[in-house]
């Protein structure tokens, strides 16, 4: 009788290290990846107020370009987990390697589209007429540096795939050194102004993505994996990757809905949203680092054909991802006093937040359990499920959120419809978990 809760111990215990070994990293990767545009805008901002609005129009853009092809990503760290847990490293830097080429090729499209049309893009965002001209020269130049960000994500879950985070942190880090320092050196050293930030941080991500191919190719030549271009890889990639790409869609338009709706409010509540919306993707890191360890962990269980324990593991995330949220929860209420003014003086904007920052603090635990279960499901490959899943999300969200000017509540009232959107996404993906229906094993789904 004392065999079976000893069992149950050590596999917690084994859970936890792999967890956090993996979580950690990938933790300070992720916050990494911003401090990119603010070093931008630090830099940029003492050009002049032109030339900053200049950067965040096309920062905007190319951010929404990052986001949409995020699935490169989440997709490759599924497919290569799950031939490392088969024990097949060749076909797994293989499959890698199919991301990667979806991602080059998708990146010369990028640019083929947006070198020609950048004024368009910057006027369709509503860049006034003085910022108009450095956003286009901003987004000309970093636009270019797009093949080798799309490299860095699909190469980021080549790596996540085969259970390391620790590479991608240490790249990170270097680059955000290497992007500030460049940044600093061509806009003011060298007098290039707008332009020396832009091609300061391409620079630096081409040198990021050169580090993670020598990486992956020292990985191909050890294990013999082939390097060309495969036609039926390479699609397989993208079919893997359009319901990941529907499901982030889908979560960009509630983000836009919600700001949309705040904007509505009046200019009080816009700002007090923004800021908390910038807190609340703050918080989403922590969170997705625990999602990101799922989509290594729960790939290579299925791999390997342990459904047992995929099962124990997604039930171990769970229980961090409750425990963490609950943490986050009550630093977001301590820290309300502190945290506000850093952002704005002015009473009315304070006054709409606080009562919306309690409504994000008690969601936290929610967060944390749709964010856990959210990898669960890449990591298994469910990504039709989390298409639909969130295409419904987006179906009851829509509705409610529209209805917040109309019968009032202000900014609390829709950041509980944030809240209840949360809920939905937590409600879908506990019952796919709950069916089982996601445990697929195998070195393919």
């Not at 409750?322 to 630093?331: K, T």
């Not at 301590?334 to 904007?349: E, G, K």
């Not at 019968?407 to 089982?436: F, H, I, K, N, Q």
Request: hydrophobic letters at 60%; one cysteine or more; a positive charge.
């Amino acid at each position: 009788m004392t065999q079976a809760p000893a069992r149950r111990r050590n596999g917690r215990r084994q859970h936890d290290r792999e967890i956090v070994a993996l979580a950690v990293p990938a933790f300070g990767a992720l916050v990494a990846e911003p401090l990119f545009l603010l070093a931008d805008t630090a830099i940029v901002g003492h050009l002049g107020t032109a030339q900053l609005a200049g950067l965040g129009v096309a920062s905007a853009l190319l951010m929404t370009a990052v986001s949409v092809f995020v699935f490169l990503a989440y997709a490759t760290t599924a497919a290569v987990a799950r031939r490392v847990g088969a024990g097949d490293l060749q076909a797994a830097i293989r499959q890698g390697m199919d991301g990667i080429w979806l991602a080059l090729l998708l990146g010369a499209a990028v640019v083929a589209v947006a070198l020609p049309t950048a004024p368009h893009l910057v006027s369709l965002f509503g860049a006034s007429e003085a910022a108009a001209p450095y956003a286009t020269t901003y987004l000309r130049i970093s636009v270019l540096g797009i093949p080798a960000m799309l490299v860095v994500l699909a190469a980021t879950g080549v790596l996540r795939g085969l259970q390391d985070t620790r590479t991608p942190l240490y790249v990170a880090v270097a680059g955000f050194v290497a992007n500030g320092a460049l940044n600093a050196g061509l806009v003011y050293g060298a007098d290039l102004g707008i332009a020396g930030s832009a091609w300061g941080t391409v620079i630096a991500q081409c040198g990021m993505a050169v580090v993670y191919l020598v990486v992956v190719l020292r990985g191909a030549r050890k294990h013999g994996a082939s390097l060309r271009p495969d036609a039926a890889g390479i699609r397989a990639s993208a079919q893997a990757g359009v319901p990941l790409l529907v499901r982030t869609l889908s979560l960009r338009a509630i983000l836009m809905i919600a700001t949309a709706v705040a904007a509505r409010l009046g200019d009080a509540d816009i700002a007090a949203h923004q800021i908390i919306l910038s807190l609340w993707s703050l918080l989403a890191f922590a969170l997705d680092a625990i999602a990101i360890a799922g989509q290594a962990i729960i790939g290579r269980y299925l791999g390997a054909g342990d459904a047992q324990g995929a099962r124990d593991a997604c039930r171990r995330m769970v229980e961090w991802g409750i425990a963490v949220g609950v943490v986050l929860g009550v630093l977001v209420v301590i820290t309300r006093p502190v945290f506000l003014p850093l952002f704005s003086s002015d009473p009315a904007v304070k006054d709409v937040a606080l009562p919306a920052l309690v409504i994000v603090a008690l969601s936290q635990p929610i967060s944390g359990i749709v964010f856990v279960l959210d990898g669960v499901l890449m990591g298994a490959g469910d990504g039709p499920y989390l298409a639909w899943a969130m295409l419904v999300t987006l179906a009851v969200f829509t509705p409610a959120a529209l209805l917040v000017p109309v019968l009032g509540g202000g900014l609390t009232a829709l950041w509980a419809t944030m809240t209840l959107m949360m809920t939905v996404r937590m409600l879908t993906l506990w019952l796919r978990t709950r069916s089982g229906r996601w445990i697929v094993t195998g070195a393919t789904r």
